[in-house]
């Protein structure tokens, strides 16, 4: 994904896009979000130590959850949790 590139991400404000991207993107929505879109971007082109932070932020959180071997770890808690126990 993104993350693994070490991008700095602008996001629509959802659940789902809060949860996997948390603090390493920037939000946007409310009643105008192609202003508060284009805002964003603005801010990420005049802060270089932004985008640096970001990208920082978008590859730590990436490796830290979705590696493969985090996602099918997590796969295998919740197949032995669904799966009914031998006896």
């Keep these: ?3 693994t590139c070490a991008l700095p991400i ?3 404000v959802t659940i789902a896009t809060r949860e ?3 603090g390493a993107g920037l939000a946007f929505g409310g009643e105008n979000p192609e202003k508060d879109l284009a805002e964003k971007l603005s801010g990420l082109i005049e ?3 932004e985008r640096k932070r970001l990208r920082k932020a978008a590859r ?3 490796e830290r959850n979705y590696s ?3 996602v099918t770890d997590r ?3 919740i197949l032995k949790e ?3 126990a031998k006896k």
């Design 82 to 84: 669904l799966a009914p």
């Design 10 to 12: 602008c996001f629509p």
């Design 68 to 70: 493969w071997e985090k």
């Design 47 to 49: 802060s270089p130590g």
């Design 1 to 3: 994904g993104v993350q």
């Design 20 to 22: 996997v991207i948390g």
């Design 75 to 77: 796969y295998e808690e």
């Design 60 to 62: 730590e959180r990436a």
